[in-house]
């Protein structure tokens, strides 16, 4: 069974303050892994999809990358608008399954 | 691009009565569309993977003939709850991938609130 363990549940951070999201995962095959913000009372917003290991992506502020075992998402100089919850999926391999498997999600705050 | 839109935001309804919740890809056609549930607090949790034109597949402990899933076009897939309980108010979220061949990417749309009273 595929599975996605996301560290920490929640976290506080000051303007400009870096750090980093972890997502731990086991999965059979990975045909991706998929990084969503998600606003409160809103869908997932799709950030990235990372395809194999060394892999990395950018979009303004974050940087996303990917190892066998974990993948992390790091946010430099955040701002207050990065505050939402972020969520990381695995896609497995093989067959015409193309469904998500979910972490629970980290919380994230960013204080001016 | 890759818009998905639900319909609709929120809806308040009776216990016992029936619901429909509309997913619509806008601005491309989705082979295969999913319908998650998310608990407050928690992750999203897949109930369905629809494909257009043939019977949905239900995630185990989902029960098929209470939520109803039609994927009647390759922009359109529905979800109906029937006999509604309070214990189903939750947020309903749907998904769609593009055709075959595309990217693996799943669009989300932003979601139905669901409350049984």
């Known amino acids: 069974e595929d599975q996605v363990t996301q560290s920490p549940e929640a976290l506080r951070l000051q303007e400009g303050e870096s750090s980093s999201l972890n997502c731990s995962y086991t999965v059979s095959g990975l045909r991706g892994l998929f990084w969503y913000r998600q606003d409160p009372g809103k869908g997932p917003e799709f950030l990235f999809t990372l395809y194999s290991a060394g892999e990395e992506k950018e979009k303004e502020r974050l940087k996303a990358t990917l190892t066998k075992k974990e993948s992390f998402l790091h946010i430099t100089a955040p701002k207050p608008e990065d505050s939402a919850t972020y969520l990381c999926a695995v896609q497995a391999s093989g067959g015409s399954n193309y469904k998500l498997t979910f972490g629970k999600g980290t919380l994230l705050t960013v204080n001016p | 691009g890759a818009v998905v839109s639900q319909h609709p935001s929120w809806v308040i309804c009776k216990s016992g009565t029936s619901v429909k919740i509309e997913c619509r890809s806008l601005?491309?056609?989705?082979?295969?569309m999913f319908w998650y549930r998310q608990f407050p607090k928690q992750s999203l949790m897949l109930m369905a993977t629809s494909n257009e034109g043939s019977k949905a597949t239900y995630e185990q402990g989902v029960e098929k003939d209470k939520f109803l899933i039609n994927h009647a076009s390759l922009t359109l897939s529905t979800l109906t709850v029937t006999s509604a309980h309070p214990e189903d108010s939750s947020f309903y979220i749907c998904s769609a991938r593009v055709l075959a061949g595309g990217p693996v990417e799943q669009y989300f749309g932003p979601g139905t609130r669901l409350t049984v009273t």
């Open positions: 601005d491309f056609q989705a082979t295969t």
